[in-house]
Structure formats: structure tokens, C-alpha cells
């Protein structure tokens, strides 16, 4: 049943809330909705008292290896850790506590898909893919999407399809999914993306990119049929948000758990 997950993104060591279209290497063009004054362990110890598993702490860029360690210990095998994550320093990041590492642009050397990649850092994680996600955050290019890497900036080779998920699913324990275009502006969810994601994906699935109210958790979970999760960031209270009470998420996950037992 789709749930409320919520996030942790690092910005040169602070938890902020960006446009994601806007991150590239030059400081001047990244737009910024809340920087927050709050550390990331404090979000973290939020998400544990409140049992949302399946968080994402992604580091956009360098200088947030050290918030991140600190979000970790707070909720040590609670959170997912994505940002830079290679076959060099993942099975590190399970050691240091995440649950599972977030990986996508050490999968595309010279923006092109690389199995080889992708068997490599699953041989340091023991093979075992239930450690793993895939991150396939994209750009929409008329009516198709296509991977993009790079903290969005560099469109893959890779179309996000049927095909694709097909070809990676076996590999990974869940996919994310920012839509990019949509990050951080609070302007709707990408609703085609969604309805496809439920048609593609056999396993656990996340969405980012537009949330806005409480009431896109109910659409998702409709167009969905229940297979999606929902991420959001920029709209919430504690992110300084004005769209979405943090309470409120926390409260529909409650309430939809208790839709889904017998």
C-alpha cells in the first residue's frame, strides 16, 4: 500500500530543500527553498520516533559526509543513503548503519548503463540486493523519460520504460524515483510517471518531484492502485512548507496501515 516517505537532503552539510533542476556546478544558479537550522540527525531521530522506515538521505554534491554519518547513528539500519555512492565506499555506508544504499550516476560511466557497474557494487554488498536501490531519477522529453545523473544535470542513455525496469528489478530491493523536472517546485505530482511506475514495477517503488498537499498521497495511491510510495519535501511544515502538515503524513500512513489489515 503506498505510504508517506520522507527525506533528508544534504547540501554542503545542511539539510536544505532545492529546485532540482537548478544544481549545477555553479553556485549562482541553485534556487533554494529552506535552508533549514537543524541538523540532519534531528530529522532522523523524527523519522524513527514516528517508524518511517525507507527515508532517503541524499548528498547532493560534497562536504555532507559527516551530516550523513550523523544522520545514520541516529537510526542505524532505518535510512537509505544515496549521493555519490560507488562500489568503492558502499558496502562502508552499510557498515557506518544505513539500510540500504541509493545509486544511479555510478552506473553510467559517460551517461551510458553499465551492468558491469551494477554487478560490481553488488558484489561488495555480498550480492545481496535486498541492500540496494536504484535510483532512475529523470527528465521528460515529450512523452518519454530518460535517466539523469550528475544531480540531474546529464541525461543518460536510458529511457525509463517497461524494458528497463524490467532489466534492473531482478538486481535491486526498490527503485527511487525523482521526477526532476518537478523537484522542489510544488507544482503537482507527474501523474503519467506514477500511473506507468505501477505498471512496470514488480517491486517497492518510490516517486519525488511535486507533492504539494496530503491529498496527493491519496491520488498516488489511486492512480497507483496502491504500488507507488510518495516523497515529500519543500511542502511540508517541518521544511518550512506551507502545503503539507508533516502530522498529516504520519497520520495518513497510520490510518491507510489500518485500511490494509484483515
Known amino acids: 500500500m503506498t505510504r508517506f516517505r520522507p527525506c533528508i537532503d ?67 539500519g532505518g535510512l537509505q543513503i544515496g549521493g555519490g555512492v560507488t562500489d ?7 557498515d557506518w548503519g544505513a539500510e540500504k544504499v541509493i545509486v544511479t550516476s555510478y552506473l553510467f560511466p559517460d551517461a551510458r548503463f553499465s551492468m558491469d557497474r551494477l554487478k560490481a557494487i553488488l558484489a561488495v554488498l555480498g550480492d545481496d540486493r535486498r541492500k540496494l536501490v536504484i535510483d532512475l531519477s529523470c527528465r521528460r522529453k515529450g512523452d518519454t523519460w530518460f535517466v539523469a545523473m550528475n544531480k540531474w544535470q546529464t541525461l543518460t542513455n536510458m529511457e525509463v520504460n517497461q524494458e528497463t ?16 523536472d518537478n523537484e522542489g517546485l510544488q507544482r503537482g505530482v507527474d501523474e503519467d510517471l506514477v500511473r506507468n511506475l505501477a505498471k512496470w514495477c514488480a517491486i517497492p517503488v518510490t516517486y519525488a518531484g511535486g507533492g504539494r498537499t496530503v491529498a496527493d498521497l491519496d491520488m498516488v495511491r489511486d492512480l497507483s492502485g496502491g504500488k507507488v510510495d510518495l516523497t515529500i519535501g519543500s511542502a511540508l511544515d517541518i521544511f518550512a512548507g506551507e ?12 490510518i491507510n496501515d489500518e485500511g490494509t489489515k484483515p
Open 10 to 76: 544534504l547540501h554542503s552539510g545542511q539539510v536544505k530543500q532545492i529546485v532540482g533542476g537548478t544544481l549545477t556546478t555553479t553556485s549562482s544558479d541553485l534556487k533554494t527553498n529552506h535552508v533549514s537550522h537543524l541538523p540532519a540527525r534531528h530529522f532522523a531521530a523524527l523519522y524513527k520516533q514516528q517508524g518511517l522506515r525507507g527515508a532517503h538521505v541524499i548528498m547532493l554534491g560534497p562536504g555532507n559526509e559527516d551530516a550523513a554519518r550523523e544522520a545514520l547513528s541516529e537510526w542505524e
Open 88 to 94: 568503492a565506499n558502499a558496502k562502508r555506508w552499510i
Open 243 to 254: 502545503g503539507v502538515r508533516f502530522d498529516d503524513c504520519v497520520a495518513w500512513n497510520k
Open 165 to 180: 525496469i524490467a532489466l534492473l528489478q531482478p538486481h535491486c530491493s526498490e527503485f527511487l524515483i525523482h521526477a526532476a
